[in-house]
Structures are given as structure tokens and as C-alpha cells.
């Protein structure tokens, strides 16, 4: 399937010899422009609408915190085989070195605002942003250095206006080091590389039953994420997914299968908070309140994965709450868990606890 988008789409050079050489009707390739009353003028529009060769990519690097590893995601910018690029960090109140440590990299674009998160820290990246192209990149992440000239080539050819890709989980050694990103992405079999769907088209359906888009991978035209929306501040985790959840209502994506960036895991990256919100269920259920369960392209997940993955959310949720969080949050999961499958033992017995740990006031875990 290929799909164009009016900003990118243009004439083949065989179609413009055509017209300059044999002065056939402008509408004769494909392709007509209604404000070219005649050939000279819709020439121009032509030409002027044809993308450059290298179009430039503006690498958005939100960054909260990160001394200790954006200078190595910096650098994995600047090593791409693509050179046509422009890298803005937008620093969200950090309190060490990062703002000083970005600072030695001449050139890098550097934005600061107070800690409001990273949806709010991309979307002001992105209204700076002069390419014609947006790529993600975290703080803490590394990429192939191929990753932007392999995924732009795909979606020149395909037409598609987004894409995204495999990626690799990055994981320190035992004494927390970790392994040089050259060596990671030159195994042809990494044990470690992700088992996520890769699916190229319409991908509402899959995103359904899992959040297959990561992040650092992603390379899209800035248009289609006006087009969207940008990200929405009002999540502070899942802003992602569910941005790529109103995307697929939209565009469909390319995917590539070549894993592109080291998703690497490390302390920080995992909170031990409980969260009183729930963003995943959140997200997931409001796209389904608001388009259904079936995608631009008519496909609609298994109704029981559905239901089996709404069901996990709700129990690991409340479970949590329950075990070192809010009684009363635990249960109103738990309550919305039993609506959904129907009260079985497991699901009273917790309940049960809830009540008696809201009723008592007895700490957690």
C-alpha cells in the first residue's frame, strides 16, 4: 500500500522530462495543481513543492537529569551516515550537569523550561524544529548510526509519512557497564532484541494490543504531527503511545525491521512510585471509547487479547495499590476488573482486603 501525503508527493523526474520535452497536458502525470492555470506556472509549483535531496531532520532530545548518559546519545547523532540533521535538548529543569554537559556540543540546539515532563518538552522542541523532518531520540537511548539515512530511504520509496523500527534492550553487565552500541547491533542474532510487531500500514489495531512504536525509533514529516495534535502534557508516562494511537488513526506507518537504537535499562528508568492514575488504562480505553476497535483499514483485534490485555492493566494496577499504595484506588480498579471478567474468587478475596485496609487505615506494604 503506499500512501501520499500532499506535502511530500511529487512528479517523477520521467514525468517532468515528459512535460518539458513533448509539452504534454500538465495533468497527463499524475499529478494536477488547480491553481497552475498553464505549463510555466505549474512548473514552478512543481518544483517548488519537490523536496530537497537531503531534507533536514531535527533529532528532539528531551532530557530531565541525564548527565550520565545524554552525552552518548549526543554523540550517536552526530555519528549518522546522514549528516543533514539539526539536534535540539530541551533540558526540563534539571538540577546536575546535563544543561552544562550539552553545552560542550557545538551546534546542538539547547532549550530550557521548568520541569513540566517530556510531552511538554518534545512539543516545544517541535515548535522550534526547522526540519521537514521530526526523529525522537531519549536521553539515556543510542542509535544505529544508519538508523535516519535507512529509515528516510524507506519512506521515500514507500511514500509513507511515518516510520519506526526495531530496537535492541540494552542491558548492563554485572559490574553496570554496558557493552560498546557497535558491538550490539553487529550481532545477527542479539538475544536481547525486541519481540515487538512490526507492521507496516494501518497499525490502530495492533497498537491495540501493544504499544509496538518505541519512541527512539520514530522518524516522521512535522506536518503530520501538527496534524495530530503533538503530545498530550495531560500524561506524564504513555504520552507516546498515545499520540501513536491518534496517529494510526491518520497515517499508516512504515515499519523497519533493522533494529535502530539501544533501549537501555538502568535505575533510573524505573520508578518505584505507584501512580494514582493509571495512564496505560487511561489511554487505552479512551481510544477505544472514542474510535471503536476497528482501524482505518477495517481490522480489529482479537476481542479476547482485548479484553485479556484490559484485564492485566486493571488487576496490576489495583494490585499495586493494594499491596503499597490507596486502598480505595485498589478497589476502584479491582471494581472495574470484576465488571469486565466477572467476580471470581481472586477478585473477591482482594476486594475484601481493600475494604478492610480502607476501613482500618492500615499502612502499606
Not at 506524564?236 to 494510526?248: A, N, V
Not at 505507584?274 to 481510544?287: M, N, P, Q, V, W
Not at 477478585?347 to 475494604?355: K, Y
Request: aromatic share 10%; proline share 5%.
Amino acid at each position: 500500500m503506499r500512501c501520499y501525503h500532499s506535502a511530500t508527493f511529487h512528479p517523477t523526474k520521467e514525468a517532468l522530462k515528459r512535460i518539458l520535452m513533448m509539452r504534454i497536458p500538465f495533468s497527463a502525470t499524475g499529478w494536477e495543481h488547480r491553481s497552475a492555470p498553464n505549463l510555466t506556472l505549474g512548473l514552478m509549483i512543481t518544483l517548488q513543492m519537490m523536496p530537497p535531496a537531503s531534507p533536514l531532520v531535527s533529532v528532539v532530545i528531551p532530557a530531565y537529569n541525564s548527565a550520565e548518559f545524554i552525552g552518548e546519545a549526543i554523540e550517536s547523532v552526530l555519528k549518522q551516515t546522514y549528516k543533514n540533521v539539526e539536534i535540539i535538548v530541551v533540558d526540563d529543569g534539571s538540577t546536575d550537569a546535563t544543561v552544562d554537559i550539552v553545552k560542550q556540543y557545538r551546534g546542538v540546539n539547547l532549550l530550557q523550561q521548568k520541569n513540566q515532563g517530556s510531552a511538554v518538552a518534545r512539543n516545544l522542541a517541535i515548535e522550534n524544529a526547522k526540519g521537514s523532518y521530526i526523529a525522537f531520540l531519549d536521553s539515556d537511548d543510542v542509535w544505529w548510526t544508519g538508523k535516519l539515512e535507512l529509515q528516510l530511504e524507506a519512506m521515500s520509496k514507500s511514500g509513507y509519512g511515518m516510520s519506526y523500527s526495531g530496537f535492541i534492550w540494552w542491558k548492563p553487565t554485572l559490574d553496570g557497564s554496558y557493552s560498546p552500541p557497535e558491538n550490539e547491533f553487529a550481532l545477527e542474532a542479539n538475544p536481547n532484541l525486541s519481540t515487538a510487531l512490526l507492521h507496516t500500514g494501518w497499525t490502530y489495531a495492533d497498537l491495540l494490543l501493544d504499544c509496538i512504536v518505541w519512541t527512539s525509533t520514530v522518524v516522521i514529516e512535522k506536518t503530520l504531527l501538527f496534524e495530530s495534535g503533538l503530545f498530550n502534557p495531560d500524561f506524564r508516562k504513555g504520552q507516546d503511545y498515545e499520540l501513536w494511537l491518534r496517529l494510526s488513526r491518520i497515517s499508516p506507518m512504515i515499519a523497519v525491521e533493522q533494529p535502530t537504537a539501544l533501549y537501555r535499562i538502568h535505575g533510573q528508568s524505573i520508578t518505584n512510585r505507584i501512580s494514582d492514575r493509571c495512564y496505560e488504562y487511561e489511554i487505552l480505553s479512551g481510544a477505544i471509547k472514542r474510535w471503536g476497535v476497528s482501524g482505518p483499514d477495517d481490522r480489529a483485534p482479537n476481542n479476547n487479547l482485548l479484553n485479556a490485555r484490559l484485564g492485566r492493566i486493571l488487576l496490576n494496577h489495583g494490585s499495586a495499590h493494594l499491596k503499597r499504595g490507596s486502598p480505595v484506588i485498589a478497589m476502584e480498579f479491582l471494581q472495574n476488573l470484576k465488571q469486565l471478567k466477572g467476580m471470581t474468587t481472586r477478585i473477591a478475596l482482594m476486594l475484601v482486603l481493600a475494604r478492610i485496609k480502607a476501613l482500618f487505615k492500615l499502612p502499606a506494604e
